[in-house]
């Protein structure tokens, strides 16, 4: 059974899985050669990194599903995901094209920017229209980790959109838009079909089963006894590539839910700041910026640099940019008629 209070560790996991991202992305930015990375190496399918940001998408379903269940009100969803996401998104490229950009590039850098295309870009979550930086490295872009950021938007609004239709509540769509994601990923990977658009059939794989976790909750049966059975068949299926990702986001999926809402929680994590998106935005051209200076340094070492240096940067953004963001969407739905509508679900608040 879950446990609904308060007192989950969605905080904690979010900031494990964005710390993963660093060790992910070190050895691979170092040399460009991939099979250094430790779950490459274990298994020769998924990387740590790739690993970390299904997980990421698995828990953004189950708690985005969450909040248009308990308040299915448009303007409420719409604009808790804008003020959510786009501030720290903003400022965060912002920060890379005009202090990390003209520092770690070519002379006439600001001059050789497509600023139409730099400022639409934002608007759809992506770094664009800016020259190579940090040439001669592998990776030599400003930040490569955003890439995800404008799948998981879309995701959110795919929801919004099925609630506007209204099917979100029928409970069969979700499990067949997870089975046709699922399908097409597979076999995409099996090379049996070259079907466009791979990541968006891979992210929106892992957030609907996230979602399936939220919409079938109760009917599920969450016990340590079957969280090991998943754990052993996760570390079996592993191995075989097509099979890869679908493990993690069910198998391991069914794990991270689990822990979320009966592990241990740890004392105190949950006073903290949420600096998992701020460790997600900063660590990438921070980790360049390192190895920039430092190209021969310590693969542990450097994790360990850019970790301390990143966690500022995110405390940062959370208290300078995310929270006020927060306060700000609170303040909007406290003075509008729109958002003062009564829901029958009580909200149990959670990091969104």
């Known amino acids: 059974m879950i446990n609904h209070d308060q007192k989950n560790n969605f905080n904690l996991l979010r900031f494990f899985f964005a710390t993963l991202v660093i060790v992910a992305h070190a050895a691979e930015l170092k040399t460009g050669d991939r099979s250094q990375e430790l779950l490459t190496n274990v298994f020769g399918t998924i990387s740590a990194g790739e690993l970390a940001v299904d997980s990421f998408f698995v828990l953004s379903g189950y708690l985005i599903f969450k909040s248009w269940s308990n308040k299915p009100i448009l303007v409420t969803f719409l604009t808790s995901r804008i003020l959510r996401i786009y501030p720290g998104f903003i400022i965060s490229c912002i920060f890379c094209v005009f202090v990390i950009g003209p520092i770690y590039s070519t002379a006439g850098y600001l001059k050789s920017i497509n600023w139409a295309e730099f400022l639409l870009s934002l608007l759809k979550l992506r770094l664009a229209g800016t020259p190579a930086t940090f040439q001669g490295t592998p990776y030599a872009v400003l930040n490569g980790s955003l890439w995800s950021i404008p799948y998981e938007f879309k995701c959110y609004l795919l929801v919004l959109a099925t609630g506007i239709m209204g099917i979100y509540s029928r409970r069969f769509v979700w499990p067949a838009v997870f089975l046709g994601c699922t399908t097409v990923h597979v076999l995409n990977?099996?090379?049996?079909?070259?079907?466009?658009?791979?990541?968006?059939?891979?992210?929106?794989?892992?957030?609907?089963?996230?979602?399936?976790?939220?919409?079938?909750?109760?009917?599920?049966?969450?016990?340590?006894?079957?969280?090991?059975?998943?754990?052993?068949?996760?570390?079996?299926?592993?191995?075989?590539?097509?099979?890869?990702?679908?493990?993690?986001?069910?198998?391991?999926?069914?794990?991270?839910?689990?822990?979320?809402?009966?592990?241990?929680?740890?004392?105190?994590?949950?006073?903290?700041?949420?600096?998992?998106?701020?460790?997600?935005?900063?660590?990438?051209?921070?980790?360049?910026?390192?190895?920039?200076?430092?190209?021969?340094?310590?693969?542990?070492?450097?994790?360990?640099?850019?970790?301390?240096?990143?966690?500022?940067?995110?405390?940062?953004?959370?208290?300078?940019?995310?929270?006020?963001?927060?306060?700000?969407?609170?303040?909007?739905?406290?003075?509008?008629?729109?958002?003062?509508?009564?829901?029958?679900?009580?909200?149990?608040?959670?990091?969104?």
Not at 227 to 253: M, R, S
Not at 275 to 292: D, E, H, Q, R, V
Not at 306 to 333: D, G
Request: aromatic fraction near 18%; proline fraction near 5%.
């Open 189 to 352: 990977r099996l090379s049996i079909s070259d079907i466009p658009f791979d990541l968006y059939f891979r992210c929106g794989m892992a957030f609907t089963a996230g979602g399936c976790f939220y919409i079938y909750k109760d009917a599920i049966k969450w016990t340590k006894v079957y969280a090991c059975i998943c754990l052993i068949f996760l570390l079996l299926i592993l191995p075989v590539a097509p099979l890869a990702e679908p493990a993690v986001v069910t198998l391991w999926g069914y794990l991270i839910i689990y822990y979320a809402h009966n592990g241990k929680r740890l004392l105190g994590f949950n006073r903290l700041p949420d600096l998992s998106y701020g460790i997600y935005l900063y660590a990438w051209p921070i980790n360049k910026i390192i190895l920039w200076h430092f190209p021969t340094i310590n693969l542990y070492l450097s994790m360990l640099i850019v970790f301390l240096l990143t966690v500022p940067f995110a405390a940062a953004s959370w208290y300078v940019i995310e929270k006020p963001s927060i306060e700000i969407k609170k303040i909007i739905q406290n003075n509008n008629v729109f958002f003062n509508r009564k829901t029958k679900k009580k909200n149990i608040s959670v990091s969104e």
